[in-house]
């Protein structure tokens, strides 16, 4: 073991100069870990103990070797004893806060945390770095959004090195559906202007922030506010603070504070929407998921009623849906709709599309439980249409209810104005079904949304909100949550109308001289003049809507960037082809950016087939036979004789069953047997987008990104 290593007793010092007469014990016992033999490590460390109690080298290791094997009451012993013996140690503090993480008990392992990195002078210690990493992840479980993204950056920071594995939970969290930008933004601590009075103690607080000592930096700034309450960026770094250290109420109304003060209505307005988005005691009433037990009187008619019913639609649950259900699986699993599935698509309307009241469940006689049915739906302004519905359905072999179970909030996130559950005809086009939805969304913002009460707005909707002098920021916060939500992406125009409605000034164009590339808001990057900004800047703020996973920002800067014959070099055009073309939701669009390539392509001669194989996916997904037949038709008359493609199309059209696995997959050019038109129900292969989402993220969702993804990536 190298002795100018930091000593695992968490003092900064080397392990030479600290705890050198435990060197050949601490090499044994990590002889024992590297050899998988974590409970004879554990062994020696106490026999050890045993003969030169109190050491902190040892403890520090007893207590990762424990907590290892999921000893944690043992650890929790041996963690308070390192405390008593060692009481500054920030490596003892570090354990304390990770078995507080591990028991969920985030906001104490939080303020153990910052017991640890108070007590760091010069080297930190290994084990304060797990702890960081191991609060934020607890932290992200827990939904504290603001808080984990702290912990994890900061993690970030001092890592380095090879170690990005906070930076990957990051971009993960920003795929989520629905986090709205204005989380997925980094948020850091501003300073003041040159010549401030207190401008050198405030960057004594940011250099604190940055070490992670948010706890001495808020008792450091508590102590300089009283003396600036005319200053509001003092109220921002505080709320910041705040939240930093898991303290979401104060968290949102520090942010509320700060957003009434004499600042830019932008700056205003993401603050009280940080405020709406993270203030624990705001929720707006929500249905509440329902579970409803029925007698069966007839099983047998039952069954028949149910082969009758055009309103009861059979369910095939996938082995690994059957396993969500406790205790014996059901006999059937159906959907209960409110009208019948037209049998013709094309010319369906969205008043014509049937909902989904609610799931029925059938379970047959059990040991100790007779024949049943269950219903899940909400308990909501539709609920005793539901339960009429099911009884007409089924009539006398139905019999009497026998219990109800609340399951908490509707999952459609608390938000039923923007929500709904569809059963669209198996035969509709994805255009049609792109249609509907885009029908029933301009619906849900113009008219359901603005009537709904809001508790950001006082129990208000919208509407009763406008002209009332004291909701006017937080109507115009709330709406921008709204614009902010990822299934709103590409309804500008609704948006404009919306504002209208609601008597509220539109977006501004941002000049591109008042921009800074490295901070400006995530959310305002779309409404930045980019023709007039540097390229240099231009790329900052491409690889900022990158990182955070904003793709209407990322494409108004991508079309900007393809007009540049001096953007990044080391961002080769046909990357920034592919992904403009990934974030354009409309179809023909997104053709219409392949077009583009195809002609940059040709103009560099360059094959266009790779163009030809996205355009060619895209049909497919769409279920577009047409244009999918019209594209593999062209592929293989020209482009056959490139290896690539000829892989990526063996690949493709195996994975959607238009060739057998046997037809030569993977072969060079002229092998196997390229069909002359795909087969029907061919994009059943691939990934299906939901029907209908509410847009609104919650904690817990575990949703990747709602954009509809075009590339497809042979193995």
């Known amino acids: 073991m190298d002795p100018y290593t930091l000593c695992p007793c968490g003092s900064g010092k080397k392990l030479k100069f600290c705890c050198s007469d435990l060197i050949h014990e601490i090499e044994k016992i990590h002889r024992m870990i590297e050899g998988d033999q974590p409970r004879a490590a554990l062994r020696h460390v106490e026999q050890t103990l045993a003969k030169r109690p109190g050491r902190a080298s040892l403890l520090d290791l007893k207590a990762m070797l424990q907590m290892s094997l999921e000893e944690y009451d043992e650890a929790d012993a041996t963690i308070q004893e ?27 392992a939080v303020e153990a945390l910052q017991s640890a990195l108070e007590r ?133 109304a520090g942010m509320r504070l700060y957003a009434r003060q004499d600042i830019p209505t932008d700056d205003a307005v993401e603050a009280e929407a ?63 709709l409110d009208r019948e599935v037209p049998e013709e698509a094309e010319n369906l309307t969205r008043d014509d599309v049937p909902h989904v009241l609610g799931f029925v469940s059938h379970f047959g006689r059990q040991t100790d439980r007779a024949e049943r049915l269950e219903l899940t739906t909400d308990r909501d302004a539709q609920f005793d249409t539901t339960l009429e519905t099911l009884r007409a359905q089924l009539g006398d072999a139905l019999g009497e209810q026998l219990e109800e179970e609340d399951l908490g909030d509707a999952q459609h996130g608390g938000d039923a104005a923007l929500s709904w559950r569809w059963h669209l005809p198996p035969n509709a086009s994805a255009k049609k079904r792109r249609e509907l939805l885009r029908e029933e969304r301009q619906v849900a913002l113009l008219e359901r949304w603005p009537n709904t009460p809001r508790a950001a707005l006082g129990g208000k909707t919208p509407l009763e909100a406008v002209g009332v002098e004291e909701l006017a920021l937080p109507l115009l916060a709330a709406v921008l949550l709204l614009e902010q939500g990822s299934n709103n992406v590409g309804f500008g125009e609704t948006f404009v109308e919306l504002r209208n409605k609601l008597q509220l000034p539109q977006h501004d164009t941002i000049a591109a001289d008042e921009v800074d590339a490295d901070t400006a ?16 800047k231009l790329t900052m703020l491409y690889k900022r809507c990158v990182l955070v996973n904003a793709t209407d920002a990322l494409g108004y800067v991508l079309r900007e960037a393809l007009k540049r014959d001096d953007f990044d070099p080391s961002l080769p055009r046909p990357k920034l082809y ?109 990934p299906a987008a939901p029907q209908g989402e509410s847009g609104i993220w919650t904690p817990g969702s575990e949703t990747e990104s709602a954009g509809k993804s075009k590339l497809w990536t042979p193995d």
């Open 82 to 108: 390192f405390l008593k013996c060692e009481p500054d140690s920030p490596a003892a503090h570090a354990h304390h806060a990770m078995l507080l993480a591990d028991r969920g008990e985030t906001t104490a």
């Open 120 to 252: 760091v002078e010069t080297n930190l210690p290994q084990r304060v770095l797990e702890a960081i990493g191991a609060v934020g992840h607890a932290l992200l479980m827990s939904g504290d959004v603001v808080a984990a993204r702290a912990h994890l950056w900061l993690y970030e920071a001092i890592a380095g090195g090879n170690d990005h594995r906070a930076l990957e939970l990051l971009v993960r969290m920003n795929q989520m559906s629905g986090l709205p930008l204005l989380l997925r933004d980094r948020m850091a601590l501003r300073g003041l202007p040159a010549g401030h009075p207190v401008k050198a103690e405030m960057e004594v607080v940011q250099r604190m922030a940055a070490a992670g000592k948010w706890r001495a930096a808020a008792a450091q700034l508590d102590e300089l506010l009283p003396d600036h309450l005319d200053e509001p960026l003092f109220f921002y770094n505080r709320a910041l603070l705040s939240g930093y250290l898991a303290d979401p109420k104060n968290f949102a």
């Open 274 to 336: 940080l405020g709406q988005l993270v203030d624990p005691e705001l929720r707006d009433e929500a249905a509440h998921a329902v579970r409803i037990v029925f007698e069966l009187k007839d099983e047998d008619a039952l069954v028949e009623r149910i082969a009758d019913s055009k309103l009861v639609q059979n369910m095939q649950l996938s082995p690994e849906e059957l396993e969500g259900f406790e205790g014996p699986k059901p006999r059937g699993y159906y959907m209960l």
């Open 521 to 536: 808001p995530v959310v305002r990057i779309s409404r930045i003049d980019l023709s007039a900004l540097p390229s240099d």
């Open 578 to 686: 592919e992904q403009l073309f990934t974030v354009e939701e409309d179809s023909d669009k997104a053709v219409a950016v392949l077009d583009e390539a195809r002609a940059w392509a040709k103009s560099e001669g360059q094959s266009c087939g790779h163009w030809d194989m996205l355009e060619l996916q895209l049909h497919i997904a769409d279920n577009n036979s047409e244009g999918a037949n019209r594209l593999l038709t062209h592929l293989r008359d020209e482009h056959m004789e490139e290896p690539e493609i000829a892989q990526q199309m063996y690949q493709l059209l195996y994975m959607i069953g238009a060739i057998p696995p046997d037809a030569g997959m993977g072969a060079g050019p002229g092998m196997g047997a390229i069909p002359s038109d795909i087969p029907a129900g061919a994009a059943a292969q691939m």
